[in-house]
T-cell receptor
Framework: EAQVTQNPRYLITVTGKKLTVTCSQN?????MSWYRQDPGLGLRQIYY???????DKGDVPEGYKVSRKEKRNFPLILESPSPNQTSLYFC???????????FGDGTRLSIL | RKEVEQDPGPFNVPEGATVAFNCTYS??????FFWYRQDCRKEPKLLMS???SGNEDGRFTAQLNRASQYISLLIRDSKLSDSATYLC??????????????FGTGTLLAVQP
């Protein structure tokens, strides 16, 4: 089954404790992206990747890192999480940047 | 001005009604356009792509007006199951290899029995 898989689905952690949210897709998609969704602000792009080893900042990249060492995986790293990063996060992928995106189920992060 | 703007709603309509959503975008270099549907606390799912000539999928019709920089979604014969938030999405080129997907904040539709 074609899918985008994110882990974990839910995480409660404390300020400053490094965490990684994994994202994997099995559709051989070139384009992958991370979003955060906050009430009243909608979905905002954090980082995106056009292909392996090619990443670029979205609209809200501060406090996040990503890597794209292989095509299927695009982890999101929070080196020193802070409470303002409490949000619902989605990973998505598509064949290329002009094609519709497939979304993972989402990861709800709470930073205390 | 926001890059992609939608009326947040909510739109409360009776079953069987026709409802239309509009979305405006600011970047004239935008290349592709989509409507997504998002149910509460779930992931967005593609409803339909929007093509220059307009396109229809069952009860749903999408249209693009490049001159006025807006896209629209028409839902005919609304069903209770259409209740959701509808997201307008625009892919914009900002020069070179920089492409961004910009999401509207969504329009909430509530179909009443």
């Amino acid at each position: 089954e074609a899918q985008v898989t994110q882990n974990p689905r839910y995480l409660i952690t404390v300020t400053g404790k490094k965490l990684t949210v994994t994202c994997s897709q099995n559709m051989n998609h070139e384009y992958m992206s991370w979003y955060r969704q906050d009430p009243g602000l909608g979905l905002r792009q954090i980082y995106y990747s056009m292909n392996v080893e090619v990443t670029d900042k979205g609209d809200v990249p501060e406090g996040y890192k990503v890597s794209r060492k292989e095509k299927r995986n695009f982890p999101l790293i929070l080196e020193s999480p802070s409470p303002n990063q409490t949000s619902l996060y989605f990973c998505a992928s598509s064949l290329n940047y002009n094609q519709p995106q497939h979304f993972g189920d989402g990861t709800r992060l709470s930073i205390l | 001005r926001k890059e992609v703007e939608q009326d947040p709603g909510p739109f409360n309509v009776p079953e069987g009604a026709t409802v239309a959503f509009n979305c405006t975008y600011s970047n004239s270099a935008s290349q592709s356009f989509f409507w997504y549907r998002q149910d509460c606390r779930k992931e967005p799912k593609l409803l339909m792509s929007v093509y220059s000539s307009g396109n229809e999928d069952g009860r749903f019709t999408a249209q693009l007006n490049r001159a006025s920089q807006y896209i629209s979604l028409l839902i005919r014969d609304s069903k209770l199951s259409d209740s959701a938030t509808y997201l307008c999405v625009v892919n914009s080129n900002y020069g070179g290899a920089t492409n961004k997907l910009i999401f509207g904040t969504g329009t909430l539709l509530a179909v009443q029995p």
